[in-house]
């Protein structure tokens, strides 16, 4: 039995059914975009998030496309809003029109994966509306923003195929996810995954379907084999664009090896580099402390730090200490797995640390001033005057840093995922998908990371809004199980 199932309606109200769902959705839609309208009209202030915010935006207004961030956010996002209205306080109407239809691509996929009643559609876009991450990720010069946006057309249309599973489906879930990982390149493990799971969560309709297992068998090997051409296909594509933008050889992220090298560094030693003359080249040159889970921000960013090391043992050959940075990082993965999981536990632990999370917090919302040579470019190019942002408070500002029981629930996103799956019914597939990727991108967010980052729980926090929508359509009908109304009694 449906858990989710609507009363049927009887012939008349059939009839009438479409014309109340246009006004339905047209009704939403009016409400969160005046939501937004509402946030901007009070703090339309863009805020920067040094030093990515300032590499997105001389990629939006120089040919300098940068390498180890993404370059189609300036390029193809803040550089046509620039051209067309000249500021950057349009660049947060942009992304604020954004975020309002990632709302309603929440209520969408609530509708199309579990038959959701409209009143829980509404109150899920409308929380979403109000989240704290979103909000200020909506006024930050960063990718979250629109990366969320894709990701949420990547959900629903994984949803779409899980209940109605065509092949041209794969291949549209296989381009939004390489738009996705273009803004987002921490996304390329959760899409991969996220991918194989969609085909497998559909094999149960695509059975239901064809009936014979005959027919079955062929087409379920022509999805999988799609899924993984097309995937493989445009990730190939992204990656020889990304050549010919940067002037890289072909990959995700030039800076790739980096970022892993920094992150696994306390479990680094002697014996994961390539010989015992590069480690001692290296090593005794690091300023500091590998051992220490706090350094691994500095160790990656830092001149005298770790990475900064292993580049100048190469000469400054950026390419060559990138490959070289990615081999130490994968030996040593390769060498202790356990010390990669637990390094991912600790860092999980970090998010619940008061003291830590307050700091981080004040971080992500720009505590920092713009740098002169963008603060004197803007000023002359577009005469908008960008100095002091991170000086001034706001409403969203106050409820991002006020927010910090919410931040704690999403990390129990896992949790509620198992909850979600359990009482799905007849929907457990789609359960199972959402499940699937918040899981993933927590993994990712711990195990990949330098330090606990609360902005890159911002779509975990819609996935979580997501599922929260499933707990508001399996109530009612859990409630009216005999078990539990005899219980009550």
Not at 17 to 28: C, E, Q, V, Y
Not at 39 to 55: C, E, K, T
Not at 105 to 126: E, H, K, N
Not at 406 to 413: A, E, I, Q, V
């Amino acid at each position: 039995m449906s858990m989710y199932r609507r009363p049927s309606l009887g012939s008349a109200s059939s009839r009438l059914a479409p014309h109340h769902d246009i006004l339905f959705w047209t009704s939403l839609v009016a409400l969160i975009f005046a939501i937004k309208a509402a946030f901007v009209l009070f703090d339309r202030l863009p805020i920067f998030y040094l030093g990515d915010s300032a590499v997105y935006l001389s990629s939006a207004i120089s040919d300098s496309m940068p390498d180890d961030r993404s370059f189609t956010y300036g390029l193809f996002f803040i550089r046509p809003i620039l051209a067309l209205f000249g500021s950057l306080g349009a660049v947060v109407v942009a992304q604020s029109l954004v975020s309002g239809a990632s709302c309603i691509l929440a209520g969408m996929c609530l509708r199309v994966g579990f038959d959701a009643p409209p009143w829980v559609v509404a109150v899920t876009a409308i929380t979403y509306a109000f989240e704290p991450l979103a909000l200020t990720q909506e006024r930050l010069i960063l990718t979250e923003t629109v990366a969320l946006f894709f990701l949420a057309l990547f959900v629903l249309v994984g949803l779409v195929y899980i209940r109605q599973p065509r092949w041209y489906l794969v291949v549209l879930l296989a381009l939004i996810g390489a738009v996705a990982l273009s803004l987002r390149t921490s996304f390329i493990p959760m899409i991969v995954i996220a991918t194989a799971a969609v085909v497998l969560l559909g094999a149960p309709r695509l059975w239901q379907e064809l009936r014979a297992g005959k027919k079955f068998l062929p087409v379920f090997l022509l999805h999988a084999v799609l899924a993984v051409g097309a995937t493989a296909g445009f990730h190939a594509a992204y990656k020889q664009y990304f050549s010919y933008m940067t002037g890289s050889p072909p990959s995700y992220n030039a800076g790739g090896g980096f970022f892993l090298v920094a992150a696994w560094a306390p479990i680094i030693s002697q014996v994961d580099f390539p010989n015992e003359r590069v480690a001692n080249l290296i090593l005794p040159n690091v300023k500091y402390e590998l051992s220490r889970r706090s350094n691994r921000s500095v160790n990656r960013f830092w001149p005298d730090g770790l990475v900064g090391v292993i580049i100048k043992a190469e000469n400054g050959n950026y390419l060559f200490a990138q490959k070289l940075a990615g081999k130490i990082a994968r030996n040593a993965a390769l060498r202790d797995p356990l010390g990669v999981a637990n390094l991912a536990w600790e860092t999980y632990t970090d998010f619940w640390d008061r003291e830590i999370m307050n700091k981080r917090l004040v971080k992500e919302q720009g505590d920092r001033e713009l740098s002169d040579y963008l603060l004197k470019y803007f000023n002359e190019h577009y005469d908008e005057d960008l100095s002091g942002h991170h000086l001034q408070s706001s409403l969203v500002k106050q409820w991002h840093v006020s927010a910090f029981y919410w931040y704690r629930f999403l990390l129990l996103s896992p949790l509620l995922s198992l909850l979600t799956i359990v009482t799905a019914g007849s929907y457990r597939s789609s359960s199972i998908f959402i499940g699937v990727v918040v899981c993933a991108l927590m993994v990712v967010n711990c195990a990949l990371g330098t330090e606990a980052v609360i902005r890159y729980l911002q779509p975990v926090a819609w996935l979580t809004c997501l599922q929260l929508g499933q707990v508001l359509c399996a109530v009612p009908t859990l409630w009216r199980r005999p078990a539990l109304v005899s219980a009550a009694s």
